[in-house]
Each structure stands twice: as structure tokens, then as C-alpha cells.
């Protein structure tokens, strides 16, 4: 027998979300120095080390979140039920002015960090200020983030002008090129907010340091329209004719590609984030991603951050993204489970580029891993594990969470993070933001 550093036994269905959608019954997945090292029935009896009975649980990779603004948790549902413009004009951007700082940003983090890990999100991708902030969060606690500083043609709490944040990204980039946890990203926030000049600078900066181009396109039909009118052409077109759509770009949203747009993102290898809560909340539409999938888009699944979502539970994203093109285009074959499910492992890593060591369970890749208890009544009778975690589960139903193979959450509970102070860090900045 060889030491293995954790041997999880008798997991009742194990979904590697490999490109063959290999699944086991009854069946074990062996862990050391991070990596799975075996997988399959019985394999337990050639290890021996730490081990934990997963009867009645199914092993899916870990989740990935592919678009959030983490520290937005101080301003959850802050601002609600307005038009994204509006929301953003009128809500956020004045009490981001006011507030935001590397203590609001870490303490907002925290709370995002917690819920994630509840809700057994393993990766994420952030776009907003004072990443430094966040990177020392998730070093701290061990969860992954693809990391990026949001970058504008005018001044943010990040950065004065865009070439200043720039240069933040780059001096980040530098910082943390070691860090097994932190991946740097560039963000310019979109091709509305950011000029030609401002774009193409920060695709140079993503191809000289190796990094995803993270940006939101196409989000309104006011951001369509806006580009439209400045520069005669749509936005994808317009990034197109710049020359900064390539396989790096991660694109969030893009509710209103044409059809040939949809054909520049297939040629061009662009990743989407789709984020269909925070489209429905701010009443954006509904992007259309049976006809990207359909044209070889890859497409993965985005929370967006909880001020206009208003929650981090990726399971319940991937349920909406589920029913919400089943309802629009009337038919119930659209977005089956098993590539909802894929939206949110598989194809969120190769979105951010890190498909070489997560985003499936199997051997030699990183031991990031959640155990979805069924042993509820909400999940029973069991008779398909992808349909009854896209359609009847919820994040609430993780119970443990494996990330590079240290345990993050059992039993249902956060290790590494204290819930109580979660909440009191919570209401402190509710109370500021109320009395300012």
C-alpha cells in the first residue's frame, strides 16, 4: 500500500466532466500533494492515509466563477431594481467614490470569499479595485482568483487614468507571477468605457505577461447603441477591426451579439461569461447562448457581483442559465444538464485558461473537488445526478470543499473563515453606508 495525503471512498457517483463525461458508481478518488493521483472502484485498498466515506455524495470538479466584482458584497441588492445606467450612475459609482478603499475591498471579499466557498465555487474571476486587497484574501484562505484590477478612460477608486491602471496591473502581474493561487488578469471594463488606444495597450500588456483580457461586451442595448454611434460599428466588430479579440479575451455578458458576431467570437476563439441573473435583475435580455454554443463558442457561467444578482451561489446560476433558455426558445432540449453543469467546471477553466489543471477530475490534474450531499428530500428519488444537481439542488447542499487538496469546507461548514465575524463585518459597513 502507498501513503496517499487524503482518500475520499464510496462516492456514490463520481462526474469527472472530462471530454468523455466519464463517470464512476460506488467508487473512490485518492489525493497527495495536491493532485489526483487515482481514481475508480476500489482503488482505495492500494492507499493508505487520511479518509473520508462519501456514501451519498456526489463528486463533481470545483466550480468555477468566471464574472464577479467580489468586494461588491458590502453592496448587496444596494441600488436595486433600476436599469444597469441608472443603477450604476445614480448607486454605485457615487458610493464607490465615497467608500471604496483596501479596507472595503478586503472586508468585502471576506464576506464573498465565505459564500463562495459555501457554495462550492473552487476559481474566480474578479474585475475591481484594489486587488492586492483580494489576492491577500485568497492567499490567506486558499481559494483561486483570476485577478483584475477594472480599468477606465476616467478616474476610479483603482486608478487616476487608465494607463495608471495600467501600470498597476503590470507591477501586480510582477508580484504575484508565483503565487499558486492568484492568477493575474487585465481589465478594461468595455469598449464603451475604454477608448481604441486604451484596448489595444492592454491587449500588448495580457500577450507580454501571459494573462486573460477580461471585459464586459455588450451588456445593454444602450452600450450596443453607444458604440454603434461612436465608432459605426458593433462592439465585437469594433474590437475586431482593433485587433483585440483573440483567444485570451473573456468576455462577460454579451447579451446582444449578431450572427456575425457570433462568428467572429467562434474565429476568434473568444471565451463568454454568462450571467443570467444579474441580465434578468437589471433587465438586461437574455444572451443567446444555444446559438454561440452552437457555433463552437465556449461558453461558461458568471455570478456577476452581488449587487446585482444578488447572490454567489453558482449552482442556482447554472439552474437559471438551465430553464431560462429551455423558456426562451420553447424548447426543452435546449442547455441539457450535462452542459449546464459543463458551463460551470469544463468550460469556465478553459475560459480562464487554466484547463491543464482543473475544471475535471482526473489524475495528474489539481485535487479541486465538491461533494454534493444528496441525502435530503429535495434530491430524492435519484435517477439522473446531472439533472438533480442543476434542477433540484442548491449551494447550500455542498458539503465539502477540496481546493489544491486541502479541505476548505466540511460538513457544510467553512473551515477557514469565522461566520460571526463575516456578519459583523457585514452590518459595520451597512451602517456606514446608511449614515454617510
Known sequence: MKKADLILTDISYILTMDENLTEYRNADIVIDN????????????????????????????????????????????????????????????????????????????????????????????????????????????????????????????GARTPDEGIEKTINFAKEYTDNEYVYPAIGPHAPYTCSPETLKKCMDVAEKYDMIFHIHISETEFEVNTVKEKYGKTPVEHLNSIGVLNERVLAAHMVYPTEKEIEILADKKVKISHCPESNLKLASGVAPVPDMLKSGVTVSIGTDGTASNDDLDIIGEISTAAKLHKGVSKDPTVLNAKEALLMGTREGAKAVKLYDRIGTIETGKSADIVLIDTREPHLNPLFDPYTQIVHSSKGLDVDTVIINGKIKVRNKEVLALDREYILEIANRWKEKIINS
Open 34 to 157: 495536491g493532485k489526483i493521483i487515482d481514481i475508480g472502484e476500489n482503488v482505495k485498498n492500494k492507499y493508505f492515509g487520511k479518509t473520508i466515506v462519501c456514501k451519498g455524495m456526489i463528486a463533481i470538479p470545483g466550480l468555477i466563477n468566471t464574472h464577479t466584482h467580489a468586494a461588491m458584497t458590502l453592496l448587496r441588492g444596494y441600488g436595486s431594481d433600476n436599469p444597469l445606467k441608472i443603477w450604476l450612475e445614480e448607486y454605485i459609482w457615487p458610493v464607490e467614490g465615497k467608500f471604496v478603499s483596501y479596507d472595503f475591498v478586503r472586508d468585502g471579499t471576506l464576506i464573498a470569499v465565505y459564500e463562495m466557498l459555501r457554495n462550492g465555487i473552487t476559481t474566480f474571476v474578479d474585475m475591481y479595485f484594489y486587488e492586492n486587497a483580494v489576492a491577500d484574501i485568497i492567499t490567506e484562505v486558499g481559494i483561486r482568483g483570476v485577478l483584475s484590477t477594472g480599468i477606465l478612460d476616467f478616474p476610479t477608486p
